[in-house]
């Protein structure tokens, strides 16, 4: 009955509706064996405000929950994991690789890399969608996918390819860090004092990250 009622309505027909999560190594944690969660149009993408498939599961032995935040598509556009941001053939942040392709006059090869605002409108952000689709399926978009001899030269040479499974561990637990914490070793969080409670990376914007803009990288 769901699934006929959706299909009735126009705006409905575009939310995403995928089976796999596109998501890098890291993002997927050290163990071999995945178990995730699928929520059909559990969420608006963070990007594109389109609802989508939202997977979620433990990012290996030592890992914190983990869950997609934007879109396959607007993942696939910018050839990024959709938990983390990242590119996915350098494993380089988006405002890193823009650079360097824009630096090496190849800006053109990083789709959508000069941040656009997304129409607030219905029929403007539909619209919107619709020509972003058609450039994933004409191949237009996919972020680095063609890029000339120097720009992928300076890329492989900054490429962090191999896994960092650091970036899943559990966040700091605020009440440890206030001296509150009446967990012990059943707590969820890690206990360990923040280095800089200024630290610019503990405050992440995910449209900062797609768009590489105001980035702190």
């Given at each position: ?82 938990v983390c941001i990242y590119d996915l053939q350098y494993g380089l942040p988006v405002q890193v690789r823009d650079k360097v392709l824009a630096e ?69 637990c605020s009440f440890y860090a206030r001296g509150e914490c009446n967990r012990g070793t059943t707590c969820p969080f890690r206990h360990v004092m923040?280095?800089d409670r200024d630290d610019p990376l503990a405050k992440q914007n995910t449209k900062d990250r797609f768009y590489g803009s105001h980035h702190p990288?």
């Amino acid at each position: 009955m769901a699934t006929s009622c959706i299909k009735k309505d126009d705006n409905k027909q575009k939310w995403e509706d995928t089976e796999f999560p596109l998501v890098c190594e890291t993002c997927l944690g050290d163990s071999p064996y995945v178990r995730m969660t699928k929520l059909p149009h559990g969420k608006p993408c963070a990007v594109c405000a389109v609802p989508f498939t939202v997977f979620a599961w433990q990012a290996g032995t030592r890992g914190r929950l983990k869950k997609v935040e934007i879109c396959r598509s607007c993942a696939t556009s910018k050839n990024v994991c959709q938990v983390c941001i990242y590119d996915l053939q350098y494993g380089l942040p988006v405002q890193v690789r823009d650079k360097v392709l824009a630096e090496c006059g190849d800006a053109g090869g990083a789709p959508g890399s000069t941040e656009l605002a997304i129409p607030q409108s219905d029929p403007n952000r539909a619209w919107y969608n619709a020509s972003r689709d058609r450039a994933i399926e004409a191949g237009r978009a996919g972020g680095t996918g063609m890029v000339n001899e120097e720009a992928d030269r300076k890329l492989r040479a900054m490429a962090r390819m191999e896994p960092r499974y650091e970036r899943n561990l559990p966040k700091i637990c605020s009440f440890y860090a206030r001296g509150e914490c009446n967990r012990g070793t059943t707590c969820p969080f890690r206990h360990v004092m923040p280095r800089d409670r200024d630290d610019p990376l503990a405050k992440q914007n995910t449209k900062d990250r797609f768009y590489g803009s105001h980035h702190p990288v």
